[in-house]
């Protein structure tokens, strides 16, 4: 019988953060369903990138990439896409354009660590290495946004 792999508590807080990269994308999408301005929806990008995105990359490649080394095929697969994502999120011009490739990106970055990556790290990862991801992550933090544009209700309240 199939049977998934159990995401390791250790990984379960990486993976939540994950759940709000997928929301960055259906807020993108809502944004232009909505016909927010690019420019309030930039706003939120960037701020998110700055504050989930840079510091989540980070935790990857300082604490789980190297369980699987860095010339690994699938590691190289993972710091490219941070790369190319780092790319998008900071241009400067083809904003529209570029919020259209970080949604459709950015799902795709997600769907692989969650499907394919992760269970490889896991699955390679001492007990210690678990640990440390563990104690680590306690120490990013997070922060709320106030321009709720993806909220229709509100977007009274925004203008
Ligand atoms: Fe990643
Ligand atoms: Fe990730």
């Known amino acids: 019988m199939y049977k998934p792999i ?3 508590k250790a990984l379960q807080p990486v993976s939540r953060e ?3 990269g997928l929301l960055l994308s259906w807020k993108i999408r809502q944004g232009f369903k909505l016909n927010i301005e690019v420019k309030r929806i930039k706003a939120y990008t960037d701020w ?3 504050h989930h995105l840079v510091p989540h990359f980070n935790f990857e490649e300082q604490y789980m990439f190297p369980i699987l ?3 690994h095929n699938l ?3 993972a710091i490219k896409e941070h790369n190319r994502l780092q790319r998008l999120f900071t241009a400067i011009d083809k904003i529209e354009r570029n919020l259209w490739l970080i949604e459709e990106e950015l799902v795709a970055h997600i769907r692989f660590e969650e499907r394919i990556l992760f269970k490889e790290i896991q699955g390679n990862a001492t007990k210690q290495q678990l640990e440390i991801i563990e104690q680590e992550h306690e120490k990013v933090i997070t922060e ?3 321009d709720q544009f993806w909220l229709k209700n509100l977007k009274h309240l925004n203008q």
Do not use: A, G, V
Request: charged share 35%.
């Open 69 to 71: 080394r860095n010339n």
């Open 75 to 77: 590691i190289k697969r």
């Open 18 to 20: 994950h759940h709000f």
């Open 6 to 8: 159990k995401r390791h």
């Open 48 to 50: 998110f990138w700055t």
């Open 144 to 146: 709320e946004w106030q």
